[in-house]
């Protein structure tokens, strides 16, 4: 059995590229993965607790080697819950928007929630930051209106690749493939062409994606 973690972070259900481009992948991915369980993760109707205080207290206490008291333990669990669906996932599809040039605050809500010493990194004085989940194959689908590839977003920069990237690789997950669908926006046969594009390259690393790497 192959578990696979599926984070779906547009709240368009409806028309949303980056679902559509993941629909596509997570099928191929069936059609050549029988076996694989598909764990899907909507972040627009998960429980996903507020960082708030008591969930800040329980990541500094962690830190400074502090027992928790009773409101830390309690926020703690929660958290340990969603990084334990993460680290049993052997791979993982994170299908996204770039919004304001990021990504949503849903999925970065999610980012802050795992990441968490003693769960998913740990910190020495000594030697720094060390990641504590293994490496597996982790995909990012990043939809957006303008293509930042080819330089028609104008200028504006893509932070959701090196963001997603780095914090990712912070807990473990390094060597994350992006792809993109884009342009999302603009004459209709560039961006039906994107879409087919993303499809085509989608279906083609659906077949070896699960594949030991050598
Ligand atoms: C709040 C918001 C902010 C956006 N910001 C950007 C942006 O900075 N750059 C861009 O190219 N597109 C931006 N877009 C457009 C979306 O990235 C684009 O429509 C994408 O395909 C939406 O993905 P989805 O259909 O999966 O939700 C934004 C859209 C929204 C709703």
Redesign the pocket.
């Known amino acids: 059995m192959i578990n696979v973690l599926y984070v779906e972070a ?3 259900k409806v ?5 559509a481009a993941a629909t596509v992948f997570l099928k191929a991915l069936e059609a050549q993965w029988p076996k694989a369980i598909i764990d899907r993760l909507d972040l627009w109707n998960a429980d996903l607790p507020e960082f708030d205080g008591a969930l800040i207290a329980a990541k500094y206490a962690r830190l400074s080697g502090r027992d928790f008291d009773a409101n830390e333990e309690e926020a703690w669990q929660k958290i340990a819950a969603l990084v334990a669906r993460l680290s049993s996932a052997d791979a993982v599809v994170i ?7 990021g990504i949503p605050y849903k999925l970065k809500h999610w980012v802050d929630l795992i990441t968490q010493p003693s769960l998913s990194f740990n910190f020495d004085p000594e030697t720094g930051y060390r990641p504590l989940l293994k490496p597996r194959p982790t995909l990012v689908i990043l ?4 293509d ?1 590839a080819t330089g028609t ?1 104008f200028g ?1 920069p893509d932070l959701a690749t090196p963001y997603l990237t780095a914090a990712l690789a912070f807990i473990g997950l390094s060597g994350v493939t992006v792809e993109t ?2 342009p ?2 603009g004459r209709t046969a560039a961006v039906d062409q994107a879409r087919e594009r993303a499809r085509n390259r989608l279906e083609l690393l659906a077949g070896h994606f699960l594949e030991p790497s050598s």
């Open positions: 547009s709240p368009r028309c949303s590229a980056s679902i299908a996204t928007p770039m919004w304001n040039f939809s957006s209106a303008g930042y977003s504006r669908v884009a999302m926006s």
